[in-house]
């Protein structure tokens, strides 16, 4: 599958199509330099042999050629095949001994002698009715063609000359888009502070070069507005919590009496809910713009995450070597990500909860698990974007926050995530694959 899709680009498929045009012109180019060779030859040959046919037919005078007259026979050796005159070569020459006035009935070959790889061909020449037909033989290789090897040798230097410069043609223009491809998918338009990507080569096509700057200009504008959000997400956490500490400091000043404990409890209740609320969105803008520059140990940060959240030994369990640390990392934003896993994990799963952090040599894997039935399979494409909601969890408080803040700071320290659906067990869980370090 993985070699089905290396070929499967715009490289392979230009070059294979530059390849096969290649071949096609040079079978077609082939295949007539090789017929109108062999009509040439075949008419430079009757014009040799005309005068010797005439002399063995009876219908010249006596001989004056260097090479003596030819041989006559009656009948032919035995062996030898009778064949119908359909080559370019043979017809050719039939026609043109014909037109010297050689009276040519048919053709025949025989077989090469046991101590010879030479054919004999033989013409049937028919002077006349007084005189019988009878059969002259001639060299074989007046009309066999044969192909050089020093032209295929050529051919051939020729196809690999033609197919290297086809591949250095199409690797230089396909190399634009490459690196532009390359660009766009190492590029995360959340982060603000993301350095620009490199230029493409200024030599690719004027398209090309409009498709990169057009992109770049989407890039430009897609961060300013996520700059803008984060900046107004901040900003509106910030404003909003000194109204909410007045409101809080006014409800537990409230007198004690029976009618007024449970309204005081139910405001402070709600003012803690909007708080949290509040710290879920800071979290988010941090997780797209605290830099990403320490060694963390998973390990020490998510014993410390489980003492004190404080479910209890049966409720929380947590199965951890002694240390796995994970570079690029932040400490802050790992910590608040498995918190949010495991009050995700609380809210909408099923105890006991059960973390499990180890490496399988090529990523450090934070597991968080429980007993509910998990994430739907329908949502979750969309689980780790910014305010989705599935429908379970519409009935509770909640921004859909949490599980995008994850998968935010996962984006950007070149993480993944997956969930986990065991067969054999009836837990269901996430899993976040982060950078070893080296």
Not at 49 to 63: D, I, V
Request: proline share 7%.
């Amino acid at each position: 599958m993985k070699s089905v899709r290396r070929l499967d680009n715009l490289f392979v498929r230009l070059l294979l199509l530059q390849t096969l045009l290649i071949l096609a012109v040079s079978v077609i180019f082939g295949v007539l330099f090789y017929s109108e060779r062999n009509v040439s030859l075949a008419r430079l040959t009757a014009e040799r042999l005309a005068p010797r046919l005439l002399e063995a037919a009876g219908l010249t005078g006596g001989s004056a050629l260097a090479e003596g007259p030819l041989a006559r026979y009656a009948a032919l050796p035995q062996g030898a095949v009778t064949i119908p005159p359909v080559g370019p070569r043979l017809a050719t020459l039939r026609e043109a001994l014909i037109a010297q006035g050689v009276p040519v009935v048919s053709f025949a070959f025989s077989r090469p002698e046991p101590d010879s790889d030479r054919r004999t061909l033989w013409l049937k020449l028919q002077p006349g009715e007084a005189v019988g037909a009878f059969w002259v033989p001639l060299p074989g290789e007046i009309v066999i063609s044969h192909v050089g090897v020093r032209l295929l040798a050529n051919a051939g230097v020729c196809m690999a000359l033609l197919v290297a410069a086809s591949c250095w043609f199409t690797r230089r223009l396909t190399r634009p888009l490459e690196q532009l491809r390359l660009a766009i998918e190492t590029q995360d338009p959340a982060q603000a502070t993301a350095v620009e990507p490199p230029p493409i080569d200024e030599r690719a096509t004027p398209e090309v070069l409009a498709m990169d700057r057009a992109w770049r200009g989407l890039l430009a504008r897609t961060r300013q507005h996520e700059s803008e959000r984060a900046l107004l997400l901040a900003g509106v956490s910030h404003d909003l919590r000194s109204p909410l500490a007045r409101i809080r400091l006014a409800a537990e000043i409230l007198p004690d009496g029976p009618a007024t404990s449970p309204r005081r409890e139910a405001i402070v209740r709600n003012v803690e809910t909007a708080c949290a609320l509040i710290d879920t969105f800071v979290d988010y803008v941090r997780a797209g713009e605290l830099p990403l520059d320490e060694c963390c140990d998973l390990a020490d940060i998510t014993r410390t995450v489980v003492k004190r959240l404080g479910h209890g030994e049966q409720a929380l369990t947590l199965s951890a070597p002694q240390a796995l640390r994970s570079s690029p990392c932040n400490a802050q934003l790992f910590e608040r990500a498995v918190c949010n896993l495991i009050d995700n994990a609380f809210q909408h799963g099923r105890g006991p909860v059960h973390v499990r952090l180890f490496d399988d040599g090529r990523s450090a894997i934070v597991e968080v698990s429980d007993h509910g039935e998990g994430i739907a399979p329908a949502f979750r494409p969309t689980a780790f974007q910014a305010f989705a909601r599935g429908d379970q969890s519409r009935s509770q408080p909640g921004a859909g926050l949490g599980l995008a803040m994850v998968g935010r700071w996962v984006q950007r320290v070149g993480g993944r995530i997956t969930f986990v659906d065991p067969e054999t067990e009836a837990t269901h869980g996430i899993q976040l694959h982060l950078p070893l370090s080296r």
